[in-house]
């Protein structure tokens, strides 16, 4: 969550910097502004993950210097199920702090003709981010401790897709059902890399051992 927050705290201040640079009145430039605001932010997110990565990686090789029996307390699975948890809450944290400060007002949502669904979908879209991010945190890891480095584009690039989709509101349809079809696939993708297969699916939902 930590790394998470540096990482926002950075793209704001490049985001800051390049608005009060910029003429405010030149509206296609505020909007390139915003869109690269945006993907700037997931990169750098990313960038964070990788750096996150790598200190985990340094911890777990203390850890096994440590053990009696050479091997690590915490698998880098677990910790990579845990690293995606906490980018995944402390990002809907504040995407909901930012939508409870607007509905403070002043003004009422749908009173220029606009949907009234505002808040429901916006509270959708945080929940299919956190859990994307716990699954992105799994690919991303797997990724990198093989060297698959299309695994940890290939979330880069869902990523990117994901936060690009939010540009089609207030046609939320739009944004909602492709990031809820992207989220089912990494989660059925995070599932397999994490040794998941369909016959131990098919125990769990009929409760066998």
């Known amino acids: 969550a930590f790394f998470w927050l540096v990482s926002l705290l950075l793209s704001s201040l490049i985001w800051f910097i390049t608005v009060k640079t910029s003429d405010p009145w030149d509206e296609p430039l505020q909007k390139g502004l915003l869109i690269f605001g945006v993907m700037f932010s997931v990169l750098l997110q990313e960038a964070f993950r990788f750096l996150y990565y790598k200190l985990l990686r340094k911890a777990i090789e203390g850890l096994v ?35 409870l400060a607007d509905a403070l007002g002043p003004g ?34 797997h990724g990198c401790e093989h060297r698959h480095w299309w695994e940890v584009t290939a979330v880069i690039v869902m990523h990117l897709a994901v936060s690009g989709l939010t540009f089609w509101n207030p046609l939320y349809l739009g944004s909602l059902v492709p990031s809820y079809l992207l989220m089912a696939t990494a989660a059925a993708w995070a599932y397999l890399l994490s040794g998941g297969s369909a016959q131990n699916l098919r125990r769990f939902l009929l409760c066998k051992s």
């Open 108 to 141: 009422t949502v749908g009173i220029h003709g606009d949907s009234q669904l505002y808040f429901l979908t916006s509270a959708f879209m945080t929940m299919v981010l956190i859990f994307l991010h716990t699954f992105w945190g799994i690919l991303f890891f």
């Open 65 to 99: 210097a440590l053990s009696k029996d050479g091997c690590s307390p915490i698998s880098i699975q677990q910790m990579a199920y845990v690293a995606g948890v906490g980018f995944g809450l402390m990002s809907g944290a504040f995407s909901m702090i930012n939508l």
